[in-house]
């Protein structure tokens, strides 16, 4: 198969869309120094944040905990009213907030506006799951007694976001966290901490109490974690991130006894049957691997397909990818943007150069681009061999890395060979076949002839070690919750 060239050309920022994400910013009321915020598409500082010490984050642990106490006893409704009002405020602004993370995060506006959606969505869910019956009742089967459960706000929160989804990761914690009566204290990415600040700006103005959610932002996050986790009046940490600062967070979670709630890495296995439909097959993947520039836990990492389709499904998925357009976030027509940073670029640039000297044919991409920013091109590895690392660790970026496969045992077998277990995709037109293989993935979701299955309704979450808990859905709520009962003695009265 010939390689096929992508049109370099990178669609450049339209500056209007820019003044509107930096009039937004300047309504933040940032420093003028501190920790300063880069665009990702040039290199070029945008705004600076204040870098928060130790002292400083205590003072927010402090002040967070005590506006919780009178929170955590509020009626359900009344926090459901201040959340459909927090809803209804993300919405009116949503054109601002899609500006300030596509500036912020570079992905497209149009896929900027896709976030708006998916993460204020959450905080309509949550506003509607806190009326919803938070407990229940049963008779002891020796009799005697009746025994009713209810749940209680597990207490302060402390939430930790990345900067790949800077409002859906923080609504998607901050709106449980509420409804169950919890108040929090979030520490959102450097690189993106603009989005989060305007959010929870929007929240105050909603009828949050102003002390009740308190954002950190710091220069030294381990630093944060080591004091505020063992602070004995937060009970709770919720973390998106990679695996290794997981794993630091579990341990200093161990020392309190934390609640917690960890949403770690990935390794997609996206499987393509001989009988998939090609084009639905392709344009799943597409979105699956392409999804916020193929930064997501959840990105297609390890792609394999059978080898009755493979010849076709490689082709057309480099055409498709090689069609691309590439640029700023904000620029007209782009459909991928930056990555994050330019280490992201060097991991791509390695990963691809190691696959190919192991034998993977480059069907597209394959090159940084511009001068400026942080671009790779959309690239295809097939027939990449299983100790490539690109198919052993999670990408984060543009790169499809195909395998072949012959039989369903044997896709289901490497499909598990990963420590990872948070996300798989099954493409195949034969319903028990695709069900049959999503029910043997050891994965906490799975997308079934669809690339994008997170939904403010679903349980996201990981298993093995992709993480702890789920966000999102009633079990998202359950997780800033603490399940107590009250054993009543019932005496026979005649
Ligand atoms: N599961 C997921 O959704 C994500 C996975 N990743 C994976 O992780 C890789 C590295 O990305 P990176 O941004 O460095 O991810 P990190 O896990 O380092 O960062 C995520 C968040 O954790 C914070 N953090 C980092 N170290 C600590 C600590 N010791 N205590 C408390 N908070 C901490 C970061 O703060 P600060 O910004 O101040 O460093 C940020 O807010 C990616 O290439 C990708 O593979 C990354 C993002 C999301
Ligand atoms: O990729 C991530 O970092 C988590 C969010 C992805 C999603 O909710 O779909």
Known sequence: MSIITNNDALVGADPTAVAHADRVTAGLGLPIDGIEV?????????????????????????????????????????????????????????????????REMGKPLAEARGEVKYGTDFVRWYAEEAVRPAGNFREAPDGGASIITRRAPVGLAVLITPWNFPLAMATRKIAPALAAGCAAVIKPANLTPLTTIFAVELARQAGVPAELVQVVTTANA??????????????????????????TL??????????????????????VFDDADLDRAIEGTLAAKLRNGGQSCIGANRIYVQNGIADAFAEGLAQRMGGVAVGAGLGTGTAL???IDDRAVRRMRALTDDAVTRGAELLTGGTELGSVGHFFAPTVLDRVPADAAVACTEIFG?????????????????????????????????????????DRLETGLVGINQGVPSNAAAPFGGVKQSGLGREGSAEGLEEYQSVRFYNIARRETH
């Open 337 to 339: 943007g930056p990555l």
């Open 38 to 102: 880069a665009d990702p598409a040039t290199g070029e500082p945008i705004a600076h944040i204040e870098d928060i010490d130790l002292e400083g984050a205590l003072q927010a642990v402090a002040t967070a905990y005590e506006a919780g106490r009178s929170w955590a006893r509020t009626a359900p409704r009344q926090r459901a009213d201040v959340l459909h009002e927090w809803h209804a405020l993300l919405v009116a602004y949503a054109e601002d907030l899609a500006h300030l993370i596509s």
């Open 250 to 271: 579990l341990r200093l979670a161990s020392d309190s006894v934390l609640r917690t709630s960890m949403e770690l890495g990935g390794n997609a296995p996206l499987i």
């Open 398 to 438: 543009p790169i499809a890395a195909i395998q072949r496969f012959d039989s369903e045992a044997e896709v289901v077998a490497r499909a598990n060979a990963t420590e990872f277990g948070l996300a798989g995709y099954v493409f195949s037109e034969s319903i028990d076949r695709a069900l049959n293989v999503a």
């Open 222 to 247: 381990s630093q944060f974690s080591e004091a505020v986790l063992r602070d004995e009046r937060v009970r709770k940490v919720s973390f998106t991130g990679s695996t290794e600062v997981g794993r």
